[in-house]
């Protein structure tokens, strides 16, 4: 039976914002009396990127390198002193406290890359390690945009129906009040439909995008890029049946999850860069046609108080 019965990593709070303060308590719970330990914990905050990318595409035959890409965020230790160089058997809490660093990204996930953040406990001897435990911090990197003003989109196209014999227009227009939020917040937007077709529009689908280009080097030292859209949320309209209406208007609101990436306010030196695109796509029951109107969005967290 080991020595160890049990470590324990006691924080109080989900989210943390780079630059804030991570407190907490390590629990460690012992059988029997343990001589000359090392107790310690550690925050390590990590990137990684990889992709398969194919090579030499126009010959006929291609073979497949691996691009990748690493980054290290922060590694902090505290050590504990032990006070005679020995531990009884019982609990035993110990106190610590990080400061994170105030230009770190968010965590971050996909099948490309990821960002993580934990805290990692651990209790051993000099030879051995007797017990130790990860636990995984949800931290939202903060950015500054200045500007922030309302943004309007409008696209237009004419569709053909009929068996191809007549066509009209059908204008698209979407707009918001503002263009930058916050983690957290409700993008709230406006879709106007102007329909002269006389046909119905069955629906209007909303989506959010996360925009991100990945920077990379493969097996030869060169670098590689690999830009990537994925959809982080969707909103449906219905429209209702009956005769078709000329004029649409829509109200819709997303909110947004409490921690993402902040969009990346210029090109930089990092392993990847963010950014965001609210789309609206109609749908017409009578062709196989869409229209989609575009729109970027700019996430920012700005914190006036970070430590250094």
């Not at 909303?206 to 080097?217: E, R």
Request: glycine residues 6%; contains cysteine; positive net charge.
């Amino acid at each position: 039976m080991s020595v160890v019965k049990s470590i324990e990593l006691v924080i109080p709070k989900d989210v943390y914002v780079a630059g804030s303060v991570v407190e907490g308590q390590l629990v460690l719970s012992l059988h029997s009396t343990l001589v000359d330990p090392l107790v310690k914990v550690e925050l390590i905050g990590r990137g990684y990127l990889e992709w398969i990318e194919e090579t030499d595409v126009e010959k006929d035959y291609s073979q497949p390198g691996t691009c990748v890409n690493k980054a290290d965020y922060v590694h902090k230790t505290k050590t504990f002193k032990i006070e005679r160089n020995w531990l009884g058997p019982g609990v035993h809490p110990f106190d610590f406290h990080f400061v994170l660093p105030p230009r770190i990204p968010s965590t971050f996930t996909s099948r490309v890359g990821r960002i993580s953040y934990f805290l990692q406990g651990v209790c051993a001897t000099r030879e051995l390690i007797l017990r130790k435990q990860k636990k995984y911090l949800l931290v939202q990197g903060i950015s500054v945009f200045r500007q922030d003003f309302p943004l309007v989109v409008e696209v237009e196209k004419a569709l053909l129906y009929n068996c191809c014999f007549k066509s009209s227009p059908i204008t698209l227009r979407l707009s918001l009040g503002k263009n930058i939020y916050a983690p957290g917040d409700d993008i709230t937007f406006t879709t106007e439909i102007t329909n002269r077709t006389g046909k119905s529009v069955k629906k209007v689908v909303f989506a959010l995008h996360t925009v991100v280009l990945y920077k990379a080097f493969n097996l030869r030292a060169e670098k590689r890029t690999l830009e990537q859209r994925e959809e982080m949320m969707r909103l449906e309209s219905h429209i209702g049946r009956g005769s078709p209406c000329e004029a649409t208007k829509i109200n819709s609101t997303l909110s947004l999850p409490k921690v993402m990436s902040v969009s990346s306010s210029c090109k930089s030196d990092d392993i990847m860069d963010v950014g965001y695109e609210l789309t609206a796509t109609v749908h017409f029951p009578w062709c196989m046609s869409t229209l989609v109107a575009k729109i970027p969005i700019i996430i920012r967290n700005e914190i006036a108080d970070v430590q250094e």
